[in-house]
């Protein structure tokens, strides 16, 4: 379901749904346009169709929490500050990088090298 909901979703980088850039057409969840005489069926239907669109709703939410504040502006640090350096680019050596400390610090800034260079 959740799969669907994205295949059905607006790409961002595209501006297409993936779905449809990859077979050239766009599915429907539920044949909700062919009337049928079975009750159970239309309630099935139905109830695919809502959950389709809560995942959706729940995606595009999901999306909006994780873009915001992309373009803000980077932090800066004045001298004297104290500031934690991740360590996700630094080669240490450990027995297992899971078991590694993720930050290290705190580190006393000295020296502005540039904007965003400490």
């Avoid at 909700?32 to 239907?45: Q, Y």
């Avoid at 959706?56 to 373009?71: C, D, P, V």
Wanted: overall charge negative; proline content about 7%.
């Amino acid at each position: 379901m959740a799969e669907f909901a994205y295949n059905n979703a607006v790409h961002s980088s595209t501006g297409k749904l993936p779905f449809k850039a990859l077979y050239g057409w766009e599915p429907t969840l539920t044949p909700s346009n062919v009337p049928t005489d079975v009750p159970e069926a239309d309630n099935l239907a139905q109830t695919m169709e809502n959950q389709w669109k809560e995942v959706e709703s729940a995606l595009r939410q999901s999306k909006s929490r994780m873009t915001a504040g992309e373009e803000g502006n980077p932090l800066t640090f004045e001298l004297g500050e104290e500031a934690w350096l991740d360590a996700k680019n630094i080669n240490l050596k450990t027995l297992s990088p899971k078991l590694t400390e993720q930050r290290l610090g705190p580190f006393k800034v000295i020296e502005k090298i540039s904007d965003q260079a400490y």
